[in-house]
């Protein structure tokens, strides 16, 4: 049958197995961390990053625009200079 998940237990042989409530438990918990919450975490850790990732190449598209446009406007008065 089922073994104790208490490291506490292992010494006494006659109580190996605890209880089918506390197995039931127990394996309903597994099932909703590694079902439900997992995934949960990983899609917004994903969502997350993509935000990120999107706001930074933005802020990074709008600095080359703004010193291409310097760059004209400077080229545009050098050459008006006689």
């Keep these: 049958m089922f073994q104790s998940w208490n490291l506490l237990t292992r010494t006494n042989r006659n109580y190996e197995f605890i209880s089918w409530r506390l ?6 918990g597994f099932l909703m961390r590694y079902c439900f919450l997992l995934p949960l975490r990983v899609i917004i850790c994903f969502i997350g990053v993509s935000i990120f990732s999107i706001a930074v190449f933005m802020k990074e598209v709008h600095c080359v625009m703004v010193i291409n446009l310097n760059y004209l406007e400077m080229q545009d008065c050098v050459s008006s200079v006689p």
Aim: net charge neutral; aromatic share 50%.
């Design 23 to 28: 197995s039931f438990i127990w394996f309903v």
